[in-house]
Every structure is written in structure tokens, then in C-alpha cells.
């Protein structure tokens, strides 16, 4: 059985929407690019919404001759989406029915982990019906002052319980909290 891991941006504030429009930190270093390669590494397939596959898909694609992008690249893709119908990027499937159903499908399946990036109705719906296993929170250290509801990590009626496993600074700032789901 596979576990579930979500990698998630979010600031100080709890905005997640659009971090490639935050103010800039620099580079994460070597050591930030080493857990985001060690994530995809133990990863057999990435699970992401619509929305993410849009901002994904045209940068992965046309990044390649890094371990990171390589992966990115080679991995099986599910998109939840009842809009998309023809995937433009390589190994994508789309999972436009039952997206919890589906979902539940896939972790049953052995093999190593399936990543799923952002924080949006997908993560909600996996936390709420107990298919999240891993929370990867990469908190930037700053508030945006903005964002309606539908960009903060937190939601009316979701909850979930889980338990620090792991707190990484990066010479940046940001912090990688690592979170397993606790019984």
C-alpha cells in the first residue's frame, strides 16, 4: 500500500495560492533541493488538481537534465479534473470520476509513495476522508496580508490530526515541517 505525502507552500499568514508570485527568498540551497529530490525519489506517481497541473505542466515539461525534472517528468501523473480531457504532458491520467474512489484505488496499490502538491479541494477531500498520510509544510518566513478563503491552507469544516516527524531550516528561512496523520 502506498502513502500519500502532500508538499505544500504556505506562509506565515496561511496563504498557499500563487507562491510563484511571492517575494522572492532566493534559492532554497542545496539542502531544500535535496528534499524536494528525495520526495520524488521515493515517490511512484503525483497526484495533483487542476490547478496545479496548470502552473506544473509547462515548467516540468520543459525542464529536464536534473534529477528533480527528470523524475518529475518520468513519473505517472493523476490529475483530478472533470475539465481536462487531453493532457498535453507526459504520463498524465485523469481521474474525472469518483476522484476519492480513485484516489483510494491508487494508494492501494503497491509501490513507493504518491506526492500530491498544493493545498486546495483535493487535499481537503483526501484529509477528510483519511487517504492523507503526510503533510510537507514549506513555510515562508512572511505574511502576504492577502488571500480570500480559497487561498489559505486552512478551509470551513476541514480537520485533521497529525504529528511532527521532522523540522528542517533552510539557510533561507523557510522551514520544512514534516507531519505525519496520527490514529
Known sequence: ??????????????VIQSPQDWPSLGSSGDLG?????????????VLMGRYTYDIFAPVWSA??????GDRMNALPKYVVSTTLTDPQWQNTTVLAHDPVG????????????????????????LM?????DELR????PFFLGTGTEGD????????????????????????????????
Not at 500500500?1 to 496561511?14: C, E, F, K, P, Q
Not at 513507493?112 to 483535493?122: A, C, E, N, P, R
Not at 509544510?137 to 515562508?140: C, E, G, I, N, Y
Open 1 to 14: 500500500m502506498s502513502r500519500i505525502v502532500n508538499s505544500t507552500y504556505v506562509t506565515l499568514d496561511g
Open 33 to 45: 533541493n535535496e528534499i524536494q529530490t528525495a520526495l520524488l525519489e521515493r515517490c511512484d506517481a
Open 63 to 68: 525542464r529536464s537534465g536534473d534529477p528533480a
Open 102 to 125: 480513485a484516489v483510494r484505488d491508487l494508494r492501494e496499490q503497491p509501490g513507493g509513495d504518491i506526492v500530491q502538491y498544493g493545498f486546495g479541494s483535493l487535499a481537503h477531500a
Open 128 to 132: 477528510a476522508n483519511g487517504l492523507l
Open 137 to 140: 509544510l514549506w513555510v515562508h
Open 152 to 183: 489559505l491552507l486552512h478551509r470551513p469544516g476541514s480537520s485533521g490530526h497529525f504529528e511532527l516527524a521532522d523540522a528542517t531550516t533552510l539557510e533561507n528561512g523557510v522551514v520544512v515541517l514534516t507531519y505525519r496523520a496520527s490514529a
